[in-house]
């Protein structure tokens, strides 16, 4: 019986017609993620299992890029990355630049009628889609992060932004950030009334200390996500990868599959020189 072998091909989406690459030049691929060291996760895990008091929503960002999402039927009500669905870990990648309002205002709060002025969140997408708010926030920001006090300049979204993204952006699967956490000012000393609340109770995942590397198109790309799938876990390691065009900003990149019928030909193997059963006995 011959063998069907499946491969990916990254191929090009041109308005109705589909345009394979035959060169990797097309596509760029861009490693979001932020680093984690085993010494942070001890540290972070360590202090949830001596019950220290943690500063959850300041973030934590030496963590590493941070994934949660609220898990129903969970008897200690944690946020579990195991349960996010397979299906969500491959979609659209939208990027919405903030950087503008935060060289005004640092700790900016993104207002519901501020961001309806991007298409991205006044529309619902089309594909499966995880929203990147790009803040701007590099690595030397940290040190606005006072976790002992739970005193923090971080930008971040409003509660009425995140209710109006759950409610009507129906095929926003993840939200992510540059960010240490999504908390802003006015969601930052509540308990219930949370960004992570709203958003993780509506199933939409959130990635948290995305590390933009370069210039990216704001459409157009693709991201796979992948969680380390640990159980009763707030925060764990994510790799975060995006595929993007390189060549217009009109292109988008999509995935396609290609079946190939390989001819039969004798494998390249000693199994088939050597009697294995004769050397054995």
Known sequence: MKKHIFFVTIIVEITQHIQCLSETRGIEVVDLTSPTTWKDMSKYYGAVENHWKVCVNCGAPQLGTAFHMEHFGSQLGSMQPAVVPTEYLLSRLLIVDLTTLTEINPAVVLTLDVALQWSALKHDPV????????????EEDNRKINTKTCSCKVPGLSFELAEWIAANLSRVIGVATDTPTFE??????FSSRTVARVLGRSGIYMIENVHYRKKMPEQGCMAITMPLKLLNAGYAPTRLTAFCPTTRTDLSVVLGLMKIVPQEAAPNSRLYDVNLDEILN
């Open 127 to 138: 594909e499966p889609t995880l929203l990147f708010f790009r803040f701007g926030w590099k």
């Open 184 to 189: 802003s000012e006015q969601t930052r000393e």
